[in-house]
């Protein structure tokens, strides 16, 4: 099933095993991972996995990495699809990487 998009940057928002992603690149990237657990090189995974960006004991935002993979060694690593990196974007993407 397919939604039509009101992003500016043209990315289409896509449905996959009942879940709508944000664009295509998502989804694709999500079945990818299920195919990965499956054969046995994840354990699982999560979606849209919310972290508080906090500066000087205040909440700045709270920022969603698009993908989070837990490996076989028990580790998570944190995935960002992106089509386009906005300003906006990158700076939220620096707080996050200095947690």
Not at 73 to 83: A, R
Request: aromatic share 16%; hydrophobic share 35%.
């Amino acid at each position: 099933m397919r939604f039509r998009s009101s992003n500016k940057y043209g990315a289409q928002k896509t449905s996959y095993n009942g879940i709508v992603f944000h664009s295509k690149k998502e989804a694709q990237f999500a079945q990818e991972l299920d195919l990965r657990k499956k054969a046995g090189d994840i354990k699982d995974w999560k979606r849209q996995i919310p972290f508080k960006l906090i500066v000087c004991d205040k909440l700045v935002t709270t920022y969603r990495i698009d993908f989070g993979i837990l490996t076989n060694k028990y580790e998570w690593e944190y995935i960002e699809i992106k089509g386009m990196a906005t300003p906006y974007w990158k700076l939220k993407f620096k707080l996050f990487q200095i947690l």
